[in-house]
């Protein structure tokens, strides 16, 4: 692994004496500390005052059972493990309760695993949702509940908002998740890596890749397996795409609300053929079956002239539709000012992806945390700072053209290189790590046991459930139109947050 | 909006000549899985497939359920001389048992329901459509939704999306059915008038995919409501599914599935 940045290194030696933990030996750069049950929750809040960001808490089963709170700082992945041996049920001092970003990842542990902090309280079940109760919080003359969903019009995953109004303004809102949970981080369980990263391509199909990625690069570094430069740069060649795909859908539907079709119609055009891209690449639209533990499975299958070419097409037809997309009005007035989400906010809900680079918060995991090929490419994080809308569609036509000069830099990096496909897994090995990519949506991390060759244990800290609880938060003197603006500017999945 | 115009028709005419063309083949798009041979195979390969796709019978005949077949390509890696991709879109059938390849002798033919098909006829050029995700991972609300944009545009053939249950002649369900979805899914098929299809696409509203033990109310859409037709896939293509959707509406006759 690469060297430490300063920074990361004084948070990786000072961190243990700060917080009363045991430092624990991890691939860089993460940082494993262990600290009891009772001082768990101390040593997180002590985390949070010194900056840290909250990414997930969830139950390991390696070295031991144990509780595990993540948290991103300058550069580190810290991982705060308090040994649970033979308590049941788990016990700790709430996160939860003067801690947004903790809220709904605390209630999963609370409600699928039984794990019981003390203090903890929530007003309404989160993974078992019952499409019919209506909650009513406002009350008045004309004030009504909308039920919106689970099933919705056009084609939509299923998730429910209960939009409560008074005729106009959306008053309040609660974003009812969890319709569509597969149990899928049990379905790892007993496969061989190479075998279950079939299950990771298929937790959220639009970030297809970013999972495959995530739970790849994860296996690899509890196995201390270096996956060969040209799988990572086949690997960042996908990642881009897959992001340009899911940017262009989040532009074309925003169009959509407006009644645009020309708008609509010409991003759908250009959806579509990075779609037909990563078909000629790989055989699939989604990317899908290239990915492997180790490296990929195959080299592109697209000539490198021709992808290039294609690449360029692509951008001489996104700057003449970006311009004429921020200078139509009756476009950008729906955007400007719709959805204001403040930098604080954000930051106190731990938001990522393009919803925080939108607030100004300049968090992106190919930069905190570079990996793979990222740590060859130069990147420029886009942010805005309006908070709005249109700032968040802003940082994605950014990140599109990024994107591109990210994908230029990688095949000029792929014409010189070798073709060795993936470093072999070795036979019956067992270790943990923590793997991580920046999906379209916002950072992915995920967390992945194996024990003598298969995986014992997965945990996925998706973007799009982290990112959910900041809708409600989204509405703060809007009015009921402008819903389908602001939920297109967020481009989550419920796929993703359900699993 | 001028600009907007004159941009929409510089771009020429790019929509697929798709039914009256064939589909396109040269898209590098891999959408099925063919059994090369089917003879003479060790009962172990069935453990190759991890969606229980494959079967083997004491006899050592192979037989492939594409209506499981997630295309992950394992089968293909460790027995090449049996499984290929295949670059063809078509998957879709009016019957589970018709996905299962390579079949024997000639399907007798399932007896067609008394619905769109042969309504067909009145309602052509208007077919109203309404989609519901009973837990599919969101690809497939992806290739849905392109059916409507340049390439595929499907209102040339007279398909509309409708919000409306109450207005829709044609129901695209995704996903196994989790168990929050599974009442939603009864009223919404309950309120839509008579004739009526379902369409399940893709592989896990087929038979449940990838799912984890306990999760789903059952094992795709038809353990739950009668389904028209099926379009395996993970996902399917937009191609895909269109050739589902005439199936459903009886535009088409069911092609025979190659072996």
Same mark, same amino acid.
């Given at each position: 692994?690469?060297?430490?940045?300063?920074?990361?290194?004084?948070?990786?030696?000072?961190?243990? *004496?700060?917080?009363?933990?045991?430092?624990?030996?991890?691939?860089?750069?993460?940082?494993?500390?262990?600290?009891?049950?009772?001082?768990?929750?101390?040593?997180?809040?002590?985390?949070?005052?010194?900056?840290?960001?909250?990414?997930?808490?969830?139950?390991?089963?390696?070295?031991?059972?144990?509780?595990?709170?993540?948290?991103?700082?300058?550069?580190?992945?810290?991982?705060?493990?308090?040994?649970?041996?033979?308590?049941?049920?788990?016990?700790?001092?709430?996160?939860?309760?003067?801690?947004?970003?903790?809220?709904?990842?605390?209630?999963?542990?609370?409600?699928?695993?039984?794990?019981?902090?003390?203090?903890?309280?929530?007003?309404?079940?989160?993974?078992?949702?019952?499409?019919?109760?209506?909650?009513?919080?406002?009350?008045?003359?004309?004030?009504?509940?909308?039920?919106?969903?689970?099933?919705?019009?056009?084609v939509f995953e299923a998730?429910?908002?209960?939009?409560?109004?008074?005729?106009?303004?959306?008053?309040?809102?609660?974003?009812?998740?969890?319709?569509k949970?597969r149990?899928l981080?049990?379905r790892?369980?007993?496969?061989?890596?190479?075998r279950?990263v079939h299950v990771a391509e298929r937790v959220a199909g639009i970030a297809s890749v970013?999972y495959a990625?995530?739970?790849?690069?994860?296996?690899?570094?509890?196995?201390?397996?270096?996956?060969?430069?040209?799988?990572?740069?086949?690997?960042?060649?996908y990642?881009?795409l897959e992001?340009?795909a899911g940017?262009?859908d989040?532009?074309?539907?925003?169009?959509?609300?407006?009644?645009?079709?020309?708008?609509?119609?010409?991003?759908?055009?250009?959806k579509e053929?990075v779609t037909r891209l990563k078909a000629r690449l790989t055989g699939s639209r989604f990317a899908r079956g290239v990915i492997?533990?180790?490296?990929?499975r195959?080299?592109?299958r697209?000539?490198?002239?021709?992808?290039?070419?294609?690449?360029?097409?692509?951008?001489?037809?996104?700057?003449?539709?970006?311009?004429? +997309?921020?200078?139509?009005?009756?476009?950008?007035?729906?955007?400007?000012?719709?959805?204001?989400?403040?930098?604080?906010?954000?930051?106190?809900?731990?938001?990522?992806?393009?919803?925080?680079?939108?607030?100004?918060?300049?968090?992106?995991?190919?930069?905190?945390?570079?990996?793979?090929?990222?740590?060859?490419?130069?990147?420029?994080?886009?942010?805005?700072?309006?908070? *709005?809308?249109?700032?968040?569609?802003?940082?994605?036509?950014?990140?599109? +053209?990024?994107?591109?000069?990210?994908?230029?830099?990688?095949?000029?990096?792929?014409?010189?290189?070798?073709?060795?496909?993936?470093?072999?897994?070795?036979?019956?090995?067992?270790?943990?790590?923590?793997?991580?990519?920046?999906?379209?949506?916002?950072?992915?991390?995920?967390?992945?046991?194996?024990?003598?060759?298969?995986?014992?244990?997965?945990?996925?800290?998706?973007?799009?459930?982290?990112?959910?609880?900041?809708?409600?938060?989204?509405?703060?003197?809007?009015?009921?139109?402008?819903?389908?603006?602001?939920?297109?500017?967020?481009?989550?999945t419920p796929a993703g947050?359900?699993? | 909006?001028?600009?907007?115009?004159?941009? &929409?028709? &510089?771009?020429?005419?790019?929509?697929t000549?798709y039914p009256?063309?064939g589909a396109p083949s040269d898209d590098g798009f891999s959408g099925r899985i063919l059994v090369l041979?089917?003879?003479?195979?060790? /009962?172990?390969?069935?453990?190759v497939c991890p969606t229980g796709a494959i079967s083997?019978?004491?006899?050592?005949?192979?037989a492939l359920d594409r209506g499981r077949c997630i295309l992950c390509g394992e089968c293909v890696r460790?027995?090449?001389? /049996?499984f290929a991709f295949a670059a063809r879109h078509e998957t879709a059938a009016r019957s589970r048992s018709a996905l299962v390849v390579p079949r024997?002798?000639?399907?007798?033919?399932e007896?067609?329901?008394?619905?769109?098909?042969?309504?067909?006829?009145?309602? /052509?050029?208007?077919?109203?459509v309404r989609h519901i995700d009973c837990g599919s991972d969101g690809a497939e609300e992806w290739e849905i939704q392109a059916l409507w944009n340049?390439y595929y545009?499907i209102?040339?053939l &007279?398909f509309?999306l409708?919000?409306?249950?109450?207005?829709?002649?044609v129901l695209l369900v995704t996903g196994g059915v989790t168990?929050?979805m599974?009442?939603?899914l009864?009223?919404?098929?309950?309120?839509?008038?008579?004739?009526?299809a379902l369409v399940a696409v893709g592989t896990d509203a087929c038979s449940g995919g990838l799912a984890?033990?306990?999760?789903l109310?059952a094992g795709g859409v038809d353990q739950v409501l009668?389904v028209d037709v099926y379009v395996p896939g993970s996902p399917p293509s937009p191609i895909a599914i269109l050739h589902g959707l005439m199936l459903a509406v &009886?535009l088409l006759?069911e092609r025979p599935v190659a072996a």
């Amino acid at each position: 692994m690469s060297s430490l940045a300063p920074a990361t290194r004084r948070v990786r030696d000072g961190l243990p *004496d700060h917080l009363g933990a045991t430092r624990e030996s991890g691939p860089d750069p993460e940082v494993r500390l262990r600290v009891t049950p009772l001082a768990f929750e101390r040593a997180a809040h002590l985390l949070r005052t010194a900056g840290a960001r909250f990414i997930t808490l969830f139950l390991a089963d390696t070295p031991e059972p144990s509780l595990v709170g993540a948290f991103a700082l300058r550069g580190a992945l810290v991982m705060l493990r308090a040994p649970t041996a033979g308590a049941d049920p788990v016990t700790y001092g709430s996160l939860s309760q003067n801690w947004p970003a903790t809220c709904w990842a605390e209630q999963e542990l609370v409600e699928r695993f039984g794990v019981r902090p003390v203090g903890f309280s929530a007003t309404r079940a989160l993974t078992r949702p019952d499409a019919d109760l209506i909650e009513r919080h406002v009350h008045g003359a004309d004030a009504f509940t909308i039920p919106y969903g689970p099933v919705r019009s056009g084609v939509f995953e299923a998730i429910q908002f209960q939009i409560e109004t008074g005729g106009e303004t959306v008053t309040s809102l609660q974003t009812r998740l969890f319709f569509k949970h597969r149990g899928l981080e049990r379905r790892f369980v007993g496969m061989t890596p190479d075998r279950a990263v079939h299950v990771a391509e298929r937790v959220a199909g639009i970030a297809s890749v970013a999972y495959a990625s995530a739970f790849s690069q994860a296996v690899e570094r509890a196995l201390d397996v270096t996956p060969t430069p040209n799988a990572e740069r086949w690997r960042a060649v996908y990642a881009e795409l897959e992001r340009m795909a899911g940017h262009l859908d989040v532009i074309a539907k925003e169009a959509e609300t407006t009644a645009l079709y020309v708008g609509l119609a010409r991003f759908q055009i250009l959806k579509e053929q990075v779609t037909r891209l990563k078909a000629r690449l790989t055989g699939s639209r989604f990317a899908r079956g290239v990915i492997v533990p180790g490296g990929v499975r195959f080299e592109g299958r697209m000539g490198l002239d021709d992808l290039c070419r294609a690449l360029d097409a692509l951008e001489h037809d996104l700057v003449r539709d970006r311009r004429l +997309f921020v200078q139509t009005a009756s476009m950008t007035d729906r955007l400007i000012g719709a959805g204001f989400l403040s930098r604080d906010l954000v930051e106190e809900y731990a938001a990522v992806g393009p919803l925080a680079r939108g607030s100004g918060v300049s968090t992106d995991a190919r930069h905190e945390r570079p990996y793979g090929d990222y740590r060859r490419l130069g990147l420029q994080v886009v942010t805005h700072r309006e908070g *709005d809308a249109m700032a968040r569609i802003n940082v994605r036509f950014g990140e599109l +053209f990024e994107s591109l000069r990210i994908l230029r830099q990688a095949i000029d990096h792929l014409r010189r290189n070798d073709h060795d496909l993936a470093s072999p897994l070795p036979p019956a090995a067992s270790g943990a790590a923590f793997g991580w990519s920046e999906a379209p949506q916002g950072e992915l991390v995920v967390w992945a046991e194996v024990r003598d060759g298969l995986v014992h244990r997965v945990h996925l800290a998706s973007p799009s459930l982290r990112n959910w609880a900041l809708f409600d938060h989204a509405f703060p003197a809007d009015v009921l139109t402008d819903f389908a603006f602001i939920e297109h500017s967020f481009g989550l999945t419920p796929a993703g947050a359900d699993r | 909006m001028l600009r907007w115009l004159f941009r &929409g028709l &510089g771009q020429g005419r790019i929509t697929t000549g798709y039914p009256r063309e064939g589909a396109p083949s040269d898209d590098g798009f891999s959408g099925r899985i063919l059994v090369l041979d089917a003879i003479g195979a060790d /009962r172990d390969l069935a453990q190759v497939c991890p969606t229980g796709a494959i079967s083997v019978d004491p006899e050592g005949r192979v037989a492939l359920d594409r209506g499981r077949c997630i295309l992950c390509g394992e089968c293909v890696r460790t027995a090449p001389t /049996r499984f290929a991709f295949a670059a063809r879109h078509e998957t879709a059938a009016r019957s589970r048992s018709a996905l299962v390849v390579p079949r024997e002798g000639i399907d007798e033919e399932e007896p067609a329901r008394a619905t769109l098909g042969e309504l067909a006829p009145a309602l /052509r050029r208007s077919i109203h459509v309404r989609h519901i995700d009973c837990g599919s991972d969101g690809a497939e609300e992806w290739e849905i939704q392109a059916l409507w944009n340049p390439y595929y545009d499907i209102q040339r053939l &007279g398909f509309f999306l409708t919000p409306a249950p109450r207005h829709a002649d044609v129901l695209l369900v995704t996903g196994g059915v989790t168990a929050p979805m599974r009442t939603p899914l009864e009223r919404t098929w309950q309120v839509m008038p008579e004739p009526k299809a379902l369409v399940a696409v893709g592989t896990d509203a087929c038979s449940g995919g990838l799912a984890a033990d306990g999760e789903l109310v059952a094992g795709g859409v038809d353990q739950v409501l009668p389904v028209d037709v099926y379009v395996p896939g993970s996902p399917p293509s937009p191609i895909a599914i269109l050739h589902g959707l005439m199936l459903a509406v &009886g535009l088409l006759t069911e092609r025979p599935v190659a072996a």
